[in-house]
């Protein structure tokens, strides 16, 4: 069976990663950016390259259903798969097993503590730290009252981890075609910039850009973020994500943190407004203010990339539009998190028509 997978970012190349382990598939990716999703940009053309690759599992207040479901099983899928593909490419994916440290600023802490309980009937650990306990393991942060711990959360380089994805799909025999825009489909055929791609099954996992191909309206909503370096580490230990009032503090390791992000959304009519310097700031000042070795940090390098956010309806959209064409796109703000669930519902869909 021929299968195309259209676009190329961290939905995209999971899918074609996950399918590459079935025999008898013919698989080919196109993506209209000439590279695959790049390190180092300022303004990304996709999602991937500009996400924090935080992981929120058990830290999400979402207590059951499918939303929770994909998102553990990303975590389960990341826990088993990093060394895999490591071993497969000879490539290093940096990926942060300390869990997620979420400070909480109002000592109303009933809805966690309710959560814990749910978890742990899960299996899932999830701890509510006083203000003692959050001084004694990190005394550099502030003002937070307290904080909840969930050490099975966890971050993940998306670009590292999508190269990697995409170098293991090609060892194991995938075709990827990049510089190559898709412009329209009829059926099956694909009609992209290079000329015309004939196949069986077709995935849409363009992000943003699916809105140019298929009846479906999916808005950016941009995110800005910032690298930062420190003259010296915030701590010796190996540090958790920190998160606070919904901004992330990631550890790269040498000093160096990540720091975001915003979130603009763009006009009535789908416009994209340029990044917005106050929002930013407004994400460094928060940041600061829970720990304040940040003020004055070097700055390396902001960024920004927009997410991909389905109009009117839950995210993801998983979902065949036409016998053997299916969308697997809309991933918004968790798109490294679903990914992995993501390709296996795709993969099952496609093991049902063999
Ligand atoms: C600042 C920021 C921080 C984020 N942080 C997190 C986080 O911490 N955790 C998390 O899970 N998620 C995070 N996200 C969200 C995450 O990045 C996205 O949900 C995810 O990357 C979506 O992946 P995707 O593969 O669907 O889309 P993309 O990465 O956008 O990839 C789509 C690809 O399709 C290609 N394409 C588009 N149109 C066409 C066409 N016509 N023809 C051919 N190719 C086409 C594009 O070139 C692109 O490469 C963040 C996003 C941003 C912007």
Same mark, same amino acid.
């Given at each position: 069976?021929?299968?195309?997978?259209?676009?190329?970012?961290?939905?995209?190349?999971?899918?074609?990663? !996950?399918? #590459?382990? *079935?025999?008898?598939?013919?698989?080919?990716?196109?993506?209209?950016?000439?590279?695959?999703?790049?390190?180092?940009?300022?303004?990304?053309?996709?999602?991937?390259?500009?996400? $924090?690759?935080?992981?929120?599992?058990?830290?999400?207040?979402?207590?059951?259903?499918?939303?929770?479901?994909?998102?553990?099983?990303?975590?389960?899928?990341?826990?088993?798969?990093? #060394?895999? =593909?490591?071993?497969?490419?000879?490539?290093?994916?940096?990926?942060? @097993?300390?869990?997620?440290?979420?400070?909480? /600023?109002?000592?109303?802490?009933?809805?966690? +503590?309710?959560?814990?309980?749910? @978890?742990?009937?899960?299996?899932?650990? $999830?701890?509510?730290?006083?203000? !003692?306990? =959050?001084?004694?393991? /990190?005394?550099?942060?502030? &003002?937070?009252?307290?904080?909840?711990?969930?050490?099975?959360?966890?971050?993940?380089?998306?670009?590292?981890?999508?190269?990697?994805?995409?170098?293991?799909?090609?060892?194991?025999?995938?075709?990827?075609?990049?510089?190559?825009? %898709?412009?329209?489909?009829?059926?099956?055929?694909?009609?992209?910039?290079?000329?015309?791609?004939?196949?069986?099954?077709?995935?849409?996992?363009?992000?943003?850009?699916?809105?140019?191909?298929?009846?479906?309206? *999916? @808005?950016?909503?941009?995110?800005?973020?910032? +690298?930062?370096? $420190?003259?010296?580490?915030?701590?010796?230990?190996?540090?958790?994500?920190?998160?606070?009032?919904?901004?992330? *503090?990631?550890? =790269?390791?040498? #000093? !160096?943190?990540?720091?975001?992000?915003?979130?603009?959304?763009?006009?009535?009519?789908?416009? %994209?407004?340029?990044?917005? &310097?106050?929002?930013?700031?407004?994400?460094?000042?928060?940041?600061?203010?829970?720990?304040?070795?940040?003020?004055?940090?070097?700055?390396?390098?902001?960024?920004?990339?927009?997410?991909?956010?389905?109009?009117? @309806?839950?995210?993801?959209?998983?979902?065949? *539009?036409?016998?053997?064409?299916?969308?697997?796109?809309? +991933?918004?703000?968790?798109?490294?998190?679903?990914?992995?669930?993501?390709?296996?519902?795709?993969?099952?869909?496609?093991?049902?028509?063999?």
């Amino acid at each position: 069976m021929r299968i195309t997978i259209v676009g190329c970012g961290v939905v995209g190349a999971t899918i074609a990663y !996950e399918l #590459s382990k *079935i025999s008898d598939l013919e698989i080919t990716v196109v993506d209209a950016q000439p590279t695959p999703v790049q390190a180092d940009l300022t303004e990304y053309p996709n999602a991937t390259g500009a996400a $924090l690759g935080v992981l929120m599992g058990a830290i999400s207040k979402k207590e059951k259903g499918r939303n929770l479901r994909m998102r553990l099983a990303g975590i389960q899928y990341y826990n088993e798969t990093v #060394s895999e =593909l490591e071993e497969l490419t000879g490539r290093s994916i940096p990926f942060n @097993r300390q869990g997620i440290l979420m400070l909480q /600023f109002s000592d109303d802490l009933e809805v966690w +503590h309710r959560l814990v309980e749910v @978890r742990r009937k899960q299996d899932l650990a $999830l701890e509510v730290w006083n203000q !003692e306990r =959050l001084k004694l393991e /990190f005394p550099f942060l502030d &003002r937070a009252v307290a904080a909840i711990y969930s050490p099975s959360d966890r971050q993940i380089n998306p670009v590292a981890l999508t190269q990697a994805l995409i170098e293991g799909a090609k060892l194991r025999g995938v075709n990827f075609q990049f510089g190559t825009k %898709v412009i329209g489909r009829q059926n099956q055929q694909i009609q992209t910039s290079q000329g015309v791609i004939e196949s069986d099954y077709v995935v849409i996992s363009a992000g943003v850009g699916t809105s140019g191909i298929e009846k479906i309206d *999916i @808005r950016p909503v941009l995110g800005q973020a910032i +690298h930062v370096r $420190l003259p010296k580490p915030l701590s010796d230990k190996p540090l958790p994500v920190i998160t606070g009032d919904d901004v992330h *503090i990631v550890t =790269l390791g040498n #000093s !160096e943190y990540w720091v975001g992000a915003t979130v603009e959304f763009p006009t009535e009519a789908g416009e %994209v407004l340029p990044p917005d &310097r106050a929002m930013f700031d407004e994400v460094m000042r928060q940041a600061i203010k829970f720990c304040p070795a940040l003020k004055g940090a070097e700055i390396v390098r902001s960024w920004f990339g927009l997410r991909p956010r389905p109009q009117g @309806r839950p995210a993801p959209v998983i979902e065949e *539009i036409e016998p053997n064409v299916l969308l697997a796109t809309g +991933h918004y703000r968790n798109g490294v998190l679903l990914a992995p669930a993501t390709a296996a519902e795709v993969q099952e869909k496609i093991i049902k028509k063999l």
